[in-house]
Nanobody
Framework: QVQLVESGGGLVQAGGSLRLSCTVS????????MGWFRQAPGMERQFVAA????????IYADSVKGRFTISRDNAKNTVYLEMSSLKPEDTAVYYC???????????????WGQGTQVTVSS
């Protein structure tokens, strides 16, 4: 059974930082692109960041570029999202996802976590 379990969400003031983690089990972690997506109330799910299987390449949404960093530890089957200079508009449920493809399109991700809430107060 494949499981993706996010953690690290919470309430933070604008300008603050948070680190999200997503631990994966039930699949061969090193064969999957890992991505982070987010969904705010009433909004469509939005791509945030993705990292290749080896971790050598990353891609970010323009809205988070320079503030967020995606990384992975293949020995721990875990992907991270370091978020800094947080803004109220970053408030959303954040999901990690796994894909056999190098892609930013949500529908091409095969497995999803349950999500973790991030709330940024002004």
């Amino acid at each position: 059974q494949v499981q993706l379990v996010e953690s690290g969400g919470g309430l933070v003031q604008a300008g603050g930082s948070l680190r999200l983690s997503c631990t994966v089990s039930g699949l061969t972690f090193t064969t999957y692109t890992m991505g982070w997506f987010r969904q705010a109330p009433g909004m469509e799910r939005q791509f945030v960041a993705a990292i290749t299987r080896s971790g050598a390449s990353r891609i970010y949404a323009d809205s988070v570029k320079g503030r967020f960093t995606i990384s992975r530890d293949n020995a721990k089957n875990t992907v991270y999202l370091e978020m800094s200079s947080l803004k109220p508009e970053d408030t959303a449920v954040y999901y990690c996802a796994a894909s056999r493809r190098w892609t930013i399109r949500g529908f091409e991700y095969d497995y999803w976590g349950q999500g973790t809430q991030v709330t940024v107060s002004s």
